[in-house]
């Protein structure tokens, strides 16, 4: 049984917020995966190469749409507390913002979920020699994160102008 009214929104707002943060953060997993698998594979990348990628990417026009969606959905959430009611036009624009924010939350997690998968699938072809025949393909498959959360933002910048 799916629940109505305001407590799945409530709930994707506190997950959207997460994932924000987890994104913006200066430390997020894939800046771990970067430095492994750059220290076996390639001791000719910066570190901090993914790092610097993804701030330009967080501090861009087009994360900052998203950082206000975020702002205006809080803020909407925060106006119909109390009064739920389908036909109020505060709750149709959260809806329209939590499934735009849930589309796209879902479209960038599934995209790095495949982009890892084939990083996994390089190992189980290569096995022990995954470092020596893999390495460029694997290198190659972590910086396409980076690419992907640009996508990610650049699509739901596209998409926000219609509620906006």
Same mark, same amino acid.
């Given at each position: 049984?799916?629940?109505?009214?305001?407590?799945?929104?409530?709930?994707?707002?506190?997950?959207?917020?997460?994932?924000?943060?987890?994104?913006?953060?200066?430390?997020?997993?894939?800046?771990?995966?970067?430095?492994?698998?750059?220290?076996?594979?390639?001791?000719?990348?910066?570190?901090?190469?993914?790092?610097?990628?993804?701030?330009?990417?967080?501090?861009?026009?087009?994360?900052?749409?998203?950082?206000?969606? @975020?702002? =205006? &959905?809080?803020? #909407?959430?925060?106006?119909?507390?109390?009064?739920? *009611?389908?036909?109020? !036009?505060?709750?149709?624009?959260?809806?329209?913002?939590?499934? @735009?924010? =849930? &589309?796209?939350? #879902?479209?960038?997690?599934?995209?790095?979920?495949? *982009?890892?998968?084939? !990083?996994?699938?390089?190992?189980?072809?290569?096995?022990?020699?995954?470092?020596?025949?893999?390495?460029?393909?694997?290198?190659?498959?972590?910086?396409?994160?980076t690419y992907l959360i640009q996508d990610y933002y650049k699509k739901f910048a596209q998409k926000a102008s219609k509620i906006i």
């Amino acid at each position: 049984m799916e629940r109505t009214g305001p407590w799945p929104t409530f709930c994707l707002l506190l997950f959207r917020s997460t994932l924000w943060q987890h994104v913006r953060s200066r430390n997020p997993a894939w800046k771990n995966l970067w430095n492994i698998f750059t220290g076996f594979c390639a001791p000719d990348e910066s570190s901090h190469r993914i790092s610097e990628e993804i701030l330009k990417i967080v501090q861009g026009p087009e994360a900052k749409i998203m950082e206000d969606a @975020l702002l =205006k &959905a809080n803020q #909407l959430l925060n106006a119909v507390q109390g009064i739920y *009611s389908e036909d109020k !036009a505060e709750w149709k624009e959260l809806k329209a913002w939590v499934d @735009l924010f =849930k &589309a796209s939350d #879902l479209e960038l997690i599934y995209n790095i979920k495949m *982009s890892l998968r084939y !990083a996994t699938v390089l190992f189980e072809d290569y096995q022990s020699k995954a470092i020596e025949s893999g390495r460029r393909q694997i290198i190659n498959t972590l910086l396409k994160i980076t690419y992907l959360i640009q996508d990610y933002y650049k699509k739901f910048a596209q998409k926000a102008s219609k509620i906006i």
